[in-house]
């Protein structure tokens, strides 16, 4: 099992940044693949990155590639989101997820989640 906290999220205005943290529990973090997934009102929960444990390699959607950055931090069992030049489309509940077998886009890769982190971006 694995616990996770976001934390982070805010009200920011459009062009500005936020950086958002998830902090793991429970098994070996170094292990898991760690996702960021975000949910608009009333719109379905959506991919928006991931890295993998093993090569660290990421992954983007394609609406923040170039603007977010996905790091990890194994010894603190904490995976970040730096959200940078953020739009008023960028507004979500963002949610941290984590699998140690699976690595993917969709959400039911995924056997962990955490409760959310609001972001608001007015414009």
């Known amino acids: 099992q694995v616990q996770l906290v976001e934390s982070g999220g805010g009200l920011v205005q459009a062009g500005g940044s936020l950086r958002l943290s998830c902090a793991a529990s429970?098994?070996?973090?170094?292990?898991?693949?760690m996702a960021w997934f975000r949910q608009a009102p009333g719109k379905e929960r959506e991919f928006v990155s991931v890295?993998?444990?093993?090569?660290?390699?990421?992954l983007y959607a394609d609406s923040v590639k170039g603007r977010f950055t996905i790091s990890r931090d194994n010894a603190k069992n904490t995976v970040y989101l730096q959200m940078n030049s953020l739009k008023p489309e960028d507004t979500a509940v963002y949610y941290c997820?984590?699998?140690?077998?699976?690595?993917?886009?969709?959400?039911?890769?995924?056997?962990?989640w955490g409760q959310g982190t609001q972001v608001t971006v007015s414009s």
């Open positions: 997820a984590a699998d140690p077998l699976r690595f993917g886009r969709v959400t039911y890769v995924y056997d962990y």
């Open positions: 429970g098994r070996i973090f170094s292990n898991y693949h």
């Open positions: 890295i993998r444990w093993g090569d660290g390699s990421r």
